[in-house]
Every structure is written in structure tokens, then in C-alpha cells.
């Protein structure tokens, strides 16, 4: 007898459904969130039919955490099903929005049953390849939030010491974001404090910032360019923004540190999977934008049917709405933002690439 479960979960407990082919509810049961609710879940499977030649699939609403994790290594096929697509399923079956724990589960039970082969599984990734996602995901959001502290930081410069901002700007690539601007704004996290700084001191704050060449000419001009005259807050407000300033230093100091130690976790990892070498050949992938990639397309195989729908998952295939004479070619917003954002990085990184070191010619066989 063919078998379907659904699962809702939640933070402390998980209510579970297993229905048969026709629909029929088999068995139901609520779970807690550890070792003794996941044992509960294996028993209801078992008493249900569940075995090692057919297991029960699983379908739920998120594609990680413990439960999930757990559920994936007895072997049996699990189904990640987006929430607004099981609310547009329950409308199915009722549409007076009424809603229970119980019912959601019979809900993703009844998902399996009538349109499994429209769902994908989740992919049979290597335990490697699951740790790579874990880091360059977190490497990505290390950048975005040092993106977002340093832009924090910067609004507050511009409101009392835009001078900061215009000395420092056009001397370093990274802006405020850079190790050597950020040891000077912390000794000097106001005009008051910058107007009294000294060479030495200046120097030695770029010499802890990892700065080796020009130092001293450079904290010269740096000191002179402080000190120009400049429009000031009132000296209480002055001070108040200064101690703001701080606390916005140090979350955009914790944010640079994530970003450099996660990039180097990540590569770390990335080097170690068999896929490495095919993933860094193409131009414009690198070990932080390859083991991107690696982590959202993972190693399995059978993940995608053709091109087509890799394109569609990465978010570069046009969304076609077509009634009638009427034909909308638009651009494909639901996506993986992730794979998208690494696809446009790729993209440019390569063209740089091909414009500056153009292809040769192919000198061996085994090259061409």
C-alpha cells in the first residue's frame, strides 16, 4: 500500500499525517522537537509500513534544520514545499481560511499523493558539499552585513564629519570599510580628537591596520588634511555622534573579521571537493565565487532535468505569461537570489577577464 506523510512543523512540536493512495488518514501523531519526537516519528512510520525497500516520503515546509537533517539520513525521499504553495493548496480543499496544525499536515500529505512529480526532492548532496553551503552562505551574509554597517557608518559621518569621508575616499579603495581608515576613525572618531592627533600617532595606528610602504609621508598628509577648517556639530552633540561612531566602528570591525575568517573557512572547504578543479577553470569563478556556486547547484547530478531548468532556478530564464494574442516575456523574479547575485558577479568578473587577458590560441591537443 502506497503511503504519503506530511509533516508541519514548528518550533517545539511537529504534528505528522500519514494518509494512504485514496486519501484516507492512516495515522497522525504530534512530536516534540528532540531525540524522543524524532523516535516517535520513526515508530508511527514503522507501525504505518515504513521500510527499508519503500520508505514513507516526507513532505515539509523548510528544507533545513535538525528534523530534516535527521529525516534525510534514513535514506527516504524528502520534499521541501514552499509554504505559499501549500496555502494555495489548502484553498483546494476549503474556502472558508479556516486552519489547524493537523490540517496542514493532511495538506502536504495530500501534495504527495496527487502531485508528487511536480515537487522536487531535496538533492543528495555530499556531507562535504552541505558543509561548503553552510560557510559560503555565511561568508555572503558576512558581506552583506559589511555592506550594511558600512553604510551605517558612512550616513553618520556625512551628518558631523563629512571631512573624514573627503580625505579618506579617494585614498583607499574600500572606503571607510578599509583596515587602515578604520584604525584612524578609532583614535580619531571626531573632528575635536582628529585636530589633536600627532604623526606618531597616525603611523602607528597604520602600521597596526597591516600598512608596510609610505607610512610616515602618508600620516603627514593625513594629519594636515584633518585638520582643515571645517563646518562642526555644537561640541555635546559633537561628542554624542563620536560615541555613535564607536559602536558602529566596532559592528563594522566584527563584520570585516566574519568576512575574512568565513572567506577563508569556505575556500578552505571548496579546495577539498573533487569539483574544485572544474569549477575554478571557467573564467571569473574564484574559490569565494565557485564554492557559491557549488553550494545553491550542489553535486547532485540528477538535481536538474535539462539547462532549462537550472536557468530557471539562477533566475537568468525569461518568465513567459502567454492568453490569447497576448505574450508578456518578462524578467524571472522568483529565484534563487543567492545564485543570482554570485551569476552576476561571474559575469562581470569574466568579462574583466576576457577584455584584459583575451583567449589564446590553443597550443596542444589536449587543449584544443
Not at 484553498?91 to 508528487?116: G, N, Q
Not at 569621508?165 to 570599510?177: E, H, P, Q, W, Y
Not at 563646518?231 to 573579521?257: I, S
Not at 578543479?277 to 536538474?304: K, M, N
Amino acid at each position: 500500500m502506497k503511503l504519503f506523510c506530511g509533516i508541519d512543523w514548528a518550533e517545539a512540536h511537529h504534528d505528522v499525517a500519514i494518509i494512504d493512495a485514496d486519501g484516507h488518514l492512516v495515522a497522525k501523531k504530534r512530536i516534540t522537537d528532540d531525540p524522543a519526537g524524532f523516535a516517535e516519528l520513526v515508530e508511527v512510520l514503522t507501525a504505518a509500513g515504513d521500510g527499508a525497500e519503500d520508505p514513507i516520503p516526507v513532505a515539509i515546509e523548510t528544507p533545513r534544520g535538525l528534523l530534516v537533517s535527521a529525516l534525510r539520513a534514513t535514506g527516504r525521499a524528502v520534499y521541501a514545499i514552499n509554504p505559499l504553495a501549500v496555502a494555495r493548496y489548502r484553498e483546494r480543499h476549503s474556502v472558508a481560511r479556516s486552519k489547524s496544525d493537523h490540517a496542514d499536515a493532511m495538506t502536504l500529505a495530500h501534495i504527495l499523493r496527487v502531485d508528487a512529480h511536480l515537487h522536487r526532492q531535496l538533492p543528495k548532496d555530499s556531507e562535504l558539499c552541505q558543509a561548503i553551503a553552510v560557510l559560503a552562505r555565511a561568508h555572503q551574509d558576512a558581506i552583506w552585513a559589511r555592506t550594511k554597517a558600512h553604510h551605517q557608518l558612512r550616513s553618520v559621518l556625512r551628518e558631523f564629519y563629512p571631512t573624514f569621508l573627503a580625505v579618506f575616499t579617494d585614498r583607499f579603495a574600500l572606503g571607510i570599510s578599509s583596515p587602515e581608515v578604520r584604525a584612524v576613525l578609532g583614535i580619531a572618531p571626531t573632528p575635536a580628537a582628529a585636530a589633536k592627533l600627532s604623526v606618531s600617532r597616525i603611523a602607528a595606528a597604520l602600521r597596526r591596520a597591516g600598512r608596510s610602504r609610505n607610512i610616515d609621508p602618508t600620516a603627514v598628509e593625513l594629519k594636515a588634511a584633518l585638520r582643515k577648517p571645517q563646518l562642526r556639530q555644537p561640541l555635546v552633540v559633537e561628542t554624542a555622534m563620536g560615541r555613535q561612531t564607536l559602536a558602529l566602528l566596532a559592528a563594522l570591525n566584527t563584520a570585516c573579521a566574519s568576512v575574512m575568517d568565513l572567506g577563508q573557512a569556505a575556500a578552505e572547504a571548496f579546495q577539498q571537493h573533487p569539483d574544485y578543479a572544474v569549477i575554478t577553470s571557467f573564467p571569473g569563478l574564484a574559490d569565494s565565487t565557485g564554492a557559491r556556486v557549488l553550494a545553491e547547484i550542489g553535486d547532485d547530478r540528477g538535481r536538474f532535468v535539462d539547462a532549462r531548468a537550472l536557468k530557471a532556478y539562477a533566475g537568468s530564464a525569461p518568465v513567459t505569461r502567454a492568453s490569447g494574442r497576448s505574450i508578456c516575456i518578462s524578467h524571472r523574479r522568483i529565484k534563487n537570489d543567492r545564485l543570482a547575485n554570485t551569476g552576476w558577479v561571474w559575469a562581470f568578473a569574466a568579462a574583466t577577464h576576457l577584455r584584459t587577458r583575451p583567449p589564446a590560441l590553443p597550443t596542444s591537443p589536449r587543449t584544443r
